[in-house]
């Protein structure tokens, strides 16, 4: 029994891969490289001692999902692939949407032709609405979403109308959506860890640049929110923390019968860090000064983002293990290590 894993060579499916072969399960990667290489695959390799089947494709090619699908028993998907800048879906909203709604779409035909009928979605905090408000903080599963503000969201929440309509329709189907929170950090053998092309859009890729050096300094994007020291809380995860819960989910839709609605569940730590507290902890851990200027809020960001995370205990057995400071401890080794992501030199 094989797990197709879709966009794989990423940040969290690399991650994930480790872990799932921790617990013994067989996959395959498929992945377009858009925003990867199979440098990930082969530190994969490194780290698992042993070969990692990689078909380099795009989700959108249902043929070429069909192949895939005809020449392994695949028996559940753990769907990474899509586009996540929110920046940039802005600009770019069709190809977010061809992306990442068409995209789950065309695999979810496949799937459906191939009988192979259970899914774990790669959804985001980002769908909730309202989360500036008290009542909602920290965030619970069943807090309003949809009122998205950019194209990414937007194409999460779509994702997630499809997979529970494609429950009613045939309720065969097991489906695990994880609304993730703030994914960072590395494998602590610093051979694979977050490589963002460009400026890093979020904030501890780019603090582990400014360690390294090659950024300046860190923009904070306000002080005036109301939170302890006035600039924005999230809830910080580990990769490796989330990677497991993955394979916590699997695991639920193995002995799930059928007629259960999707799963769905944060998978978040609980616990809200300030913008200042991050930078101290990533100082400490890589023993650099941090330089930051305060500048203006960020367009479109709220003051504080935190899952309650009970769900998923409660459901998966699963919760956060890593502190922040080991999460700065691992970023700061993958990047020290790798100043240039995967490239050379
Ligand atoms: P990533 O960009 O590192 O990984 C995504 C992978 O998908 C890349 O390797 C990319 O090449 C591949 N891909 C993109 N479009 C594809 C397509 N059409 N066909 C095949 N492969 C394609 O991102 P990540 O941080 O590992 O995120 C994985 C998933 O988790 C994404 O769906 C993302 O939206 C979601 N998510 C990420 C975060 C985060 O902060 N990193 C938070 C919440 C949710
Ligand atoms: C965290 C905090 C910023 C950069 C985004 C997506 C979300 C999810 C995770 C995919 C905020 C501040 C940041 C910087 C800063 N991704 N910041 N200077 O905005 O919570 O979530 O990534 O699903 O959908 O929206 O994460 O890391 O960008 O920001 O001061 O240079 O750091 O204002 O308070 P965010 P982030």
Redesign the pocket.
């Given at each position: 029994m094989n797990i197709l894993i879709?966009?794989?060579?990423?940040?969290?499916?690399t991650h994930t891969l480790v872990e799932l072969n921790n617990a013994g399960y067989e996959f395959i990667v498929?992945?377009?490289?858009?925003?990867?290489s199979q440098a990930s695959i082969k530190a994969v390799e490194k780290i698992i001692n042993k070969d990692v089947i990689f078909q380099e494709?795009?989700?959108?090619d249902k043929e070429a999902l069909k192949k895939l699908f005809s020449k392994y028993n695949i028996d559940s998907v753990i769907?990474?692939?899509?586009?996540?800048a929110v920046g940039e879906s802005v600009s770019t909203p069709l190809e977010y949407y061809n992306?990442?709604v068409y995209?789950t779409l065309c695999l979810l035909e496949v799937m459906k032709e191939f009988d192979c009928k259970k899914i774990v979605f790669?959804?985001?905090?980002?769908v909730y609405n309202e989360i500036d408000s008290k009542n909602y903080i920290p965030l619970t599963e069943n807090n309003p979403i949809g009122n998205t503000t950019n194209p990414?969201g937007t194409s999460?929440f779509m994702v997630e109308r499809v997979l529970k309509d494609l429950y009613i329709s045939d309720n065969s189907f097991k489906i695990a959506i994880l609304r993730?929170?703030?994914?960072v950090g590395a494998h602590e053998s610093g051979l694979i860890g977050?490589?963002p092309s460009g400026i890093p859009n979020?904030l501890m890729p780019y603090i582990s640049q400014v360690a390294v050096a090659k950024r300046e300094y860190l923009n904070v994007f306000g002080d005036d929110y109301d939170t302890h020291d006035g600039t924005g809380v999230r809830d910080y995860i580990h990769v490796l923390d989330l990677a497991d819960a993955h394979v916590k989910a699997l695991n639920y839709l193995d002995l799930m019968a059928n007629n259960n609605v999707p799963l769905i569940v944060n998978i978040g730590t609980g616990i809200g860090y300030s913008v200042l507290d991050i930078i101290k902890a990533y100082e400490k851990a890589s023993n650099k000064k941090i330089p930051y200027k305060i500048v203006n809020r960020r367009l479109g960001d709220i003051s504080k983002c935190y899952a309650n995370p009970t769900y998923a205990k409660e459901i998966l057995n699963w919760e956060a293990k890593r502190t922040l400071e080991q999460m700065c401890i691992d970023s700061w080794r993958w990047q020290k290590n790798n100043p240039n992501g995967y490239k050379k030199g």
């Open positions: 879709t966009g794989g060579a990423g940040y969290i499916g498929y992945d377009n490289l858009s925003n990867s494709g795009d989700i959108r769907h990474f692939a899509g586009l996540k992306n990442n995209g790669s959804s985001s905090a980002t990414y999460k993730y929170f703030n994914p977050e490589d979020n």
